[in-house]
Nanobody, 114 residues
Framework: QVKLVESGGGLVQPGGSLRLSCAAS????????MGWYRQAPGKQREMVAW???????NYANSVKGRFTISRDNAKNTVYLQKNSLKPEDTAVYYC????????WGQGTQVTVSS
């Protein structure tokens, strides 16, 4: 089992930026595929972005061009840089290990509001 700890959430104004971090325990991070998901109030959890061990990335259409997922294998950390934030980006953001086995973080709240 891998432990994932997210950080970096908070309150930001529309148009602002925020960077989320997810630190993973263990020694398998460099071979893991990692993802960010979010869940807004009253909605289902949805995939935001993922990155595999080779650095290939994929994004939800709603965040393409605004969000960037990246990873630092030396720090066992995956990041989500979020720019041009909108009120509809408000959600709890979760980090997830997708491969070789699934594991979820506890989530971090992001609120976009003026």
């Amino acid at each position: 089992q891998v432990k994932l700890v997210e950080s970096g959430g908070g309150l930001v104004q529309p148009g602002g930026s925020l960077r989320l971090s997810c630190a993973a325990s263990g020694n398998t991070f460099s071979s893991a595929a990692m993802g960010w998901y979010r869940q807004a109030p009253g909605k289902q959890r949805e995939m935001v972005a993922w990155i595999n061990s080779g650095g290939t990335t994929n994004y939800a259409n709603s965040v393409k061009g605004r969000f960037t997922i990246s990873r630092d294998n030396a720090k066992n950390t995956v990041y989500l840089q979020k720019n041009s934030l909108k009120p509809e980006d408000t959600a709890v953001y979760y980090c997830k290990q997708l491969f070789p086995f699934t594991s979820w973080g506890q989530g971090t709240q992001v609120t976009v509001s003026s």
